[in-house]
């Protein structure tokens, strides 16, 4: 059973930076693919980044794209999400993800969800 934990997230100003990291059971290296999927009240769950080890590549959500960053250190056990000039529209519980098949990651059922860590960015 492969265990997520999130932590890193807080309060923070619009223009902001904070770095999200996803300490894992197992080795990430095991993982085939890890990701973060944020939900805000009365969102929709959505993909925001992820990183798989097949592929050898990483996906950003457009929303994200330019200003988030993610990326795993496979000796620590540890994924990470720098997030950079954050925005109040990224206010959300943000959760680490994992799964060894990047189809499930593609259509949101990843099968190992972390507990959750929060961003809140004031305007």
């Known amino acids: 059973q492969v265990q997520l934990a999130e932590s890193g997230g807080g309060s923070v100003q619009a223009g902001g930076s904070l770095r999200l990291s996803c300490a894992a059971s197992?080795?990430?290296?095991?993982?085939?693919?890890m990701g973060w999927f944020r939900q805000a009240p009365g969102e929709e769950r959505e993909g925001v980044a992820r990183?798989?080890?097949?592929?050898?590549?990483?996906w950003h959500a457009d929303s994200v794209k330019g200003r988030f960053t993610i990326s795993r250190d496979n000796a620590q056990k540890t994924l990470y999400l720098q997030m950079n000039s954050l925005k109040p529209e990224d206010s959300a519980m943000y959760y680490c993800?994992?799964?060894?098949?990047?189809?499930?990651?593609?259509?949101?059922?990843?099968?190992?969800w972390g507990q959750g860590t929060q961003v809140t960015v004031s305007s």
């Open positions: 990183i798989c080890s097949g592929a050898g590549t990483t």
């Open positions: 993800v994992a799964d060894a098949l990047l189809t499930r990651m593609i259509t949101g059922r990843p099968s190992y």
């Open positions: 197992v080795y990430t290296s095991s993982l085939a693919c």
